[in-house]
């Protein structure tokens, strides 16, 4: 096992109507706030009245910044600087799922920096301070509200960039399962499916021969999703599903499922980046596109985790290697079929993409995250495995 450091300052709020405890919890930050939230479907489900109320409760002056699209971009956080520092606020309230805590991240840090905030994700600026951030979560997907990444998309460079920064930890994060009662059946998906992602990244891809606490960890959890996914899509008002679904989907990407492994990093991320900057495919779908398919080209390299997880995940024990390895591919391609994510790039509507254009913003990203090993060739290829 791998040296590593591990401190997640973040106080989580868990459990059934703490939404309605929101502002006291974020009253210790100050008295005025910037309400960062989607485009209007905390409204139409009432998550939006509980937090105001709460907030009103508390006495605390609250400015408004909606419209935080699925895949946040850069003009839009650029808009929300503006209105936090011209009022002056105290701290960031970020109400939504990833999208809408990315983007509160990256306003948070531009609030108290004088130039673009664009360097602190391509330029390696370092951070040096940010206003404190609240969340509420709506969508359990990312592990934003317990983590110290932010990840937006600059539209005119087609460039989807995300760094890590210890001032992009949450203060407070308040997970309410009641409120994800209304989550539509394709954004239920799109989020398990990228909790899942999120824990297969380092368990494909580490080098150690012998982690039993980090691949248990994520062979649990990633059966545990599976599991509540199907029970949510049956019954979206499932308790004891939503609320498991959003523990399971928090501690995805909190850091723990790789610490201390050698080798762990992020490729189908990496990949599914360029498929949001490029064509806006939500996040979540980009990556039941990626990994599958990744997964089928890199299957050599990775035999042995591959063969692990098609028999700890599904249970296939062929006594051959090569068809167990297979069997859980298709395993997997079948799992995300069944919860209706697209498998191919024509079923998420992208026809006729430039490959090779593709891959020269996948090496940008694979820099970035000092992911080596990829040529421009060998992603063109695994893109062409997608279509």
Known sequence: MENFEFNVPTKI??????????????????????????????????????????????????????????????????????????????????????????????????????????????????????????VVLTIPATSSEMNSISVISNEETKRKAGFSSPFFYPAVSILDPTVTYTIPPDYTAYAAADAVAH???????????????????????????????????????????????????????????????????????????????????????????????????????????FIQFAENIFNIKTGDDDLTLELGIIALKEWFKKIKCPVTLGEAGIKNPDLEMMAKNVLITAKAWNIKGYDEKMIVDIFRECL
Request: hydrophobic fraction near 40%; include cysteine.
């Open 13 to 134: 709020i868990f459990g059934k109507d703490v939404v309605n405890e929101t502002g006291k919890h974020s009253r210790n930050f100050g008295k005025k706030l910037l309400m960062v939230y989607g485009t209007g479907s905390i409204k139409k489900n009432g998550t939006y009245d509980k937090v105001i109320k709460s907030l009103k409760k508390e006495n605390l002056e609250i400015v408004e910044f909606s419209g935080v699209k699925s895949n946040p971009v850069l003009s839009h956080a650029k808009k929300g600087i503006r209105i936090a520092k011209d009022n002056k606020v105290d701290f960031i309230l970020a109400v939504g799922g990833g999208s809408v805590i990315d983007e509160a991240k990256g306003i948070a840090a531009g609030a108290l920096y004088d130039g673009d905030i664009w360097d602190f994700y391509t330029e390696d600026v370092k951070i040096k301070a940010a206003l404190p951030i609240v």
């Open 199 to 305: 824990l297969l990244e380092g368990y494909f891809t580490h080098s150690d021969q012998w982690s039993p606490i980090q691949d248990r960890y994520v062979e649990g959890l990633v059966k545990t999703i599976m599991e509540c996914t199907e029970k949510i899509m049956k019954n979206p008002a499932d308790y004891e599903g939503r609320a498991t679904i959003m523990w399971a989907s928090t501690l995805a990407w909190n850091g723990l499922c790789v610490a201390g492994l050698r080798d762990a990093e992020g490729p189908s991320h990496m990949l599914s980046h360029t498929l949001g900057a490029f064509f806006d495919t939500p996040h979540g779908a980009a990556l039941t596109i990626i990994i599958p398919n990744w997964m089928s080209y890199m299957k050599n390299k990775y035999r042995k985790n």
